[in-house]
């Protein structure tokens, strides 16, 4: 037989585990040096102009 569970407090779990989830990725792009974030873009800067040269021209 299945567990019976309370809906209001699964649902409120679950809400509160997307709220944690939310807050960790906030720290982790809120929480970095202006160095880590200088880094991240000259990264994102480079792939970006890789898959651009790599791009085929249409005729």
Do not use: P, V, W
Not at 7 to 30: E, G, P, V, W, Y
Not at 40 to 59: K, P
Request: proline fraction near 0%; charge should be positive; hydrophobic fraction near 35%.
């Amino acid at each position: 037989m299945a567990e019976i569970i309370n809906l209001r407090q699964a649902r409120k779990a679950r809400a509160r585990d997307a709220q944690a989830a939310q807050a960790n990725a906030n720290r982790a792009r809120h929480g970095a040096t202006k160095a880590e974030r200088k880094l991240a873009q000259d990264e994102a800067d480079r792939t970006a102009r890789t898959l651009d040269h790599a791009r085929r021209e249409d005729s």
